[in-house]
């Protein structure tokens, strides 16, 4: 029991520090596409509107953009008004919620893995997820892949428990 919870702990270090070390510096810049993210999820939350003043956040949650405006995934407006909202514009905050669900992305291959297999299989392989470059990419990005990866493993996982092998 002790040595399972000896490499859970490792898992969770070898996890978290390749996706919050430097985040605040690495990388150095955010291109566009997340700059639109950060911008507008600030915007909706003090002002209640996109930056541009046309789109609000339940226009977005039905799908309703304005013909000349750039259309971007939905998801990653509402993971960031919370941060974004209430704190500064930084860095580090843009990338804060994708660096989070990055450790639940590897949680969720662990799950899965051990659901589907074993104990020594789920460590493997929440290992080989904790120093994916990929994966660690995403994670300090503001990219919408980094946001949907969590929740489609997530339904993987309670269809495993709830359905079995019968999926």
């Known amino acids: 029991m002790l040595k399972k919870l000896i490499f ?11 996706r919050f070390i430097y985040l605040d510096r ?12 950060v911008f507008n999820a600030k915007s909706f939350f003090v002002t209640g509107k996109d930056v541009t003043g046309k789109i ?19 998801l990653p407006y509402f993971l960031e008004m919370p941060i974004f909202g209430p704190l500064n514009l930084s860095l580090a905050g843009s990338a804060l919620p994708n660096a989070l669900l ?11 893995t051990k659901r589907l297999f074993d104990e020594n299989t789920a460590l493997m392989a929440g290992f080989m997820a904790a120093i994916n470059p990929w994966l660690i990419f995403v994670s300090r990005s503001s990219y919408e892949a980094g946001t949907v990866i969590p929740f489609f493993l997530a339904i993987i996982y309670l269809l495993l428990i709830t359905k079995g092998w019968k999926i």
Not at 26 to 37: S, T
Not at 103 to 112: E, G, S
Request: net charge negative; charged share 15%.
């Open 26 to 37: 690495v990388p150095a810049a955010i291109n566009h596409d997340e700059l639109h993210y």
């Open 102 to 112: 990055g450790v639940l992305t590897v949680a969720l291959i662990y799950l899965i």
């Open 56 to 74: 609000n956040p339940l226009d977005i949650l039905l799908f309703k953009y304005p013909q000349d405006e750039l259309v971007q995934a939905e």
């Open 8 to 18: 859970l702990l490792l898992l969770l270090v070898i996890t978290v520090v390749p």
